[in-house]
């Protein structure tokens, strides 16, 4: 006669379990949690499980393990990651709301579930902190609701906000307060790959980038070494090599640099 499985997972079975995560003993883990199913009733199994198909790239198979919202507060980054890699956003929503360690969370469950009052009411408390998270949320108003009038209260946000280029190029992608972002260039000391991408959409909606392209040499000459052209049309193209600057140059017969 079969015994009932117990119900919840030893905490030495999940030290072992994890011991294989830190080696990327991937499928030992795998072979290991199947293994205790046969033990254990616990759904912690199935997280793990999934948390570790999603390691792999294998979300087709993650998807079909059956996940439910846990009704226990340990192993919140497990738990969490397998919501937000599989797209639960229910699911990570709920968890949160109940068990969730941060205002970022909450901040992260409410912008995943378009829940954008709600994420507009947690960046107001954030405000003190960083003007960031009310950013976003204003973004989301716009670009996704179509509330034109949250322009206003945006440009007042961004004024004396410093926010990354990634955020940056969020504007300037969809044509939201341009001469504020560009003013903004010029407040950066540090660079990345993203300064390009935000030149290269600039450029196509037709403004002139030589003053940020001099300004950026100027702070990082380092990530400007790849091209020394006076062309803005080749230059562009040796760092974003984007179909939109070729079809650019058709358009206004440039000859581009073989």
Known sequence: MSSTPSKTLSHDCFIKIVQKLCNKEYEEAINYILTLQKEYNDGLLEILHAYILTELERYTEAREIPITVPTT??????????????????????YVKIFGKSEEDL??????????KGSDEIGIKMLRKSKTFMIFSCLCHIIILKENKQEKILE????????????????????????????????F??????????????????????KFIEHGKSINEGIFRKSDTVNVFDFLLDYTDDWKIYQKAINENVILKP
């Open 73 to 94: 507060k340990g192993y919140y980054y497990y738990i969490t990651s397998v919501f937000k890699n599989l797209n639960k956003t229910v699911e990570f929503k709920n």
């Open 107 to 116: 901040y992260e469950a409410c912008i995943l579930n378009g829940d954008f």
């Open 156 to 187: 007042l946000l961004l004024k004396d906000e410093k926010v990354s280029l990634e955020v940056l190029y969020f504007f300037i992608k969809n044509d939201l307060l341009t001469e504020t972002v560009q003013n903004k260039l010029f407040t």
């Open 189 to 210: 000391e540090e660079l990345n790959m993203t300064y390009f991408f935000i030149l290269k959409e600039l450029f196509i909606k037709g403004y002139e980038i030589n």
